[in-house]
Structures are given as C-alpha cells and as structure tokens.
C-alpha cells in the first residue's frame, strides 16, 4: 500500500531558524516525492520534486530511501514561508500519476 | 496562459441529490486529475482523465464519475450525495500523466452536503 506520513500536524520556529518537516512514506517499489505548498487564500503548487535535485526558495529534500524518508529542509526560516506543506509520492508501478498525499504540515515562521 | 479554474466556488446540496462539478485545465494541459479533500486531510486521489479517456481511478464508488471534453476541460459528478462527500474537490491538470509530471491545482470547489 502507498501511505504518506506526516507527523507534525503543527511547526512554529522563529524567523532565522532552521526548518524541517518530516515526511515518511511507505511503498514497495521506487515513488517519486513532491512537495507541494499552500500558502494562505492560494492554490496548491509544487514547491519541489526530489527528481529535480534542486533548492526552491531556499528548500532542499534528499530522498533517503533507507529511512524512506524525504524532508524538507531550510536553514534559515523566513516569515514568508508561512504556508501548509503537504508532501506526496506517485508511484511508479501505475501508468499514471496518482499522488498521494500527506495530511500536511502547517509552518508558522514568527519574527 | 490561463491558470486551472473550477466552478462553483461553492456548494450547498441535500443528501441524495446529484452534484456536477467543473474544470477547465490550463492551457496546452491535456490531463485532468480530480481528488477530494476532506477538512484536516491530505487530498484523495479520485481519478485522472487523459485524451478524454479515463486514464486511472483511485478508491471511489462508482456514482462519482467524471467526463473529459475535447478541449480538455472536465466535469466531475456524483450521485446520490452522502454527508460524507462534504470536501473540498481540487481539479489538477498537467501536460501528459507521467508520474513525474509537475500538477497544477485549481482553487476548488467546497461542497456541502446537508
């Protein structure tokens, strides 16, 4: 089965801290990971997708597909990143994409 | 180029009734996903339409069934509304279905059911 684990339904950090929201997944073969974000009264976009292999607004996830893990990190948290994250696999087993996602993640940055 | 739109906003219907939801896809998209989104969850994967045909389908009873036009735009219905259909629905569209495939979300469409 394709589950994604997102265990902090809340993150609160200062502006200037480092960030990560933890995402964990289970599934048999090779998913590809996204993480999609919402920030208040928009639509859900992509933030980034671990196939690109790049830093979007200053975030990075590394697939670790021992842990089956893939968290997205910020060194420094900006109060614009403020937003619900959700992330979310496709698997590559269908043939076509299916996401699924995570119940997200609420960041709250405070100056 | 125009962004993924859905109507309506909103939505207020009685259990029982039929509801048709709407999608008109960003431009040059050819694939359509639909998911449904229940209040503190992550969204469900309904089902996805590509070339006007459905091209997979998640874990939905059939009285929510969906078309696609040829200019790519989408409709999704469902029948006989139980107060569990109460969501938000998000239309997503991409250029091809591939697994890697950026998504694009319309604002969606809150549906109550009373």
């Known amino acids: 089965a394709q589950r994604v684990t997102q265990p902090e339904k809340l993150l609160s950090v200062f502006k200037g801290a480092p960030v990560e929201l933890k995402c964990n997944y289970s599934?048999?073969?090779?998913?590809?990971l996204f993480w999609y974000v919402q920030y208040s009264r928009q639509r859900l976009q992509l933030l980034l997708r671990?196939?690109s292999r790049e830093s979007i607004k200053g975030f990075t996830a590394d697939l670790n597909k021992g842990e089956t893990s893939f968290h997205l990190k910020k060194p420094f948290a900006q109060e614009e990143d403020s937003a619900m994250y959700y992330c979310?696999?496709?698997?590559?087993?269908?043939?076509?994409?299916?996401?699924?996602f995570g119940t997200g993640t609420r960041l709250l940055v405070s100056p | 180029e125009t962004g993924v739109t859905q109507s309506p906003t909103h939505l207020i219907k009685t259990r029982g009734q039929q509801v048709t939801l709407r999608c008109s896809s960003q431009?040059?998209?050819?694939?359509v996903s639909w998911y449904q989104q229940a209040l503190g969850q992550g969204p469900q994967f309904i089902f996805q339409?590509?070339?006007?045909?459905?091209?997979g389908r998640g874990n939905f009873p059939p009285r929510f069934s969906g078309l696609q036009f040829p200019n790519y735009s989408s409709e999704l219905n469902v029948n006989a509304l139980e107060l569990d259909d109460s969501a938000l629905y998000l239309c997503?569209?991409?250029?091809?279905?591939?697994?890697?495939?950026?998504?694009?979300f319309g604002q969606g469409t809150r549906l109550t059911v009373v």
């Open positions: 431009s040059g998209h050819n694939t």
């Open positions: 671990h196939i």
């Open positions: 979310a696999l496709s698997g590559r087993n269908t043939g076509f994409q299916k996401l699924v």
């Open positions: 599934y048999s073969g090779s998913p590809e």
């Open positions: 339409y590509y070339r006007e045909e459905e091209n």
């Open positions: 997503a569209s991409s250029l091809g279905g591939a697994r890697d495939t950026e998504a694009f």
